[in-house]
C-alpha cells in the first residue's frame, strides 16, 4: 500500500473556491493515474476528475467540467484539485486515490487501488 495524505477542503460559500492536495508518502508515483472523487452523504461514490502520470491528459466529469482542475507535480509527489465557482451540489467526502494497474485517466473507482483517508468539502448557499 501507498499511502496517500490529503489535505485542503473545509467550508466555503457558493461561488468561492478551494484546492485539495495529495501527498503520496514513499513510492514514486509518476507512473501511476491519480483521480478524485466524491461521495455525498447517501450517494455513490462518484467521479470528479482523472490524470495521466504525466500530467498531460486529464478527464472531468460533466459537472465540474470547466469549474475544477486536476494537476500533479511529481517533484513533490503531489497532486491537486483546484475547485472554482463551487456550488452546495460540491458538498462531499473528497477523495484522492491512484492505480498501479492503469495509467488511464478512468471514471471507474474500481480501477484505483489506494486511497487517501478523504476531506470534507461543505458549500453554503
Known amino acids: 500500500q501507498v499511502p496517500l495524505v490529503q489535505s485542503g477542503g473545509g467550508l466555503v460559500q457558493a461561488g468561492g473556491s478551494l484546492r485539495l492536495s495529495c501527498a503520496v508518502i514513499g513510492r514514486a508515483f509518476s507512473t501511476y493515474a491519480m483521480a478524485w472523487f466524491r461521495q455525498a452523504p447517501g450517494e455513490e461514490r462518484e467521479f470528479v476528475a482523472a490524470?495521466?502520470?504525466?500530467?498531460?491528459?486529464?478527464n472531468y466529469a460533466d459537472s465540474v467540467e470547466g469549474r475544477f482542475t486536476i494537476s500533479k507535480d511529481n517533484a513533490k509527489n503531489t497532486v491537486y484539485l483546484q475547485m472554482n465557482s463551487l456550488k452546495p451540489d460540491d458538498t462531499a467526502v473528497y477523495y484522492c486515490?491512484?492505480?498501479?494497474?492503469?495509467?488511464?485517466?478512468?471514471?471507474?473507482?474500481?480501477?484505483?487501488?489506494?486511497w487517501g483517508q478523504g476531506t470534507q468539502v461543505t458549500v453554503s448557499s
Open positions: 486515490t491512484g492505480s498501479t494497474s492503469t495509467n488511464s485517466p478512468s471514471t471507474n473507482p474500481h480501477d484505483y487501488n489506494y
Open positions: 490524470i495521466t502520470w504525466s500530467g498531460r491528459t486529464t
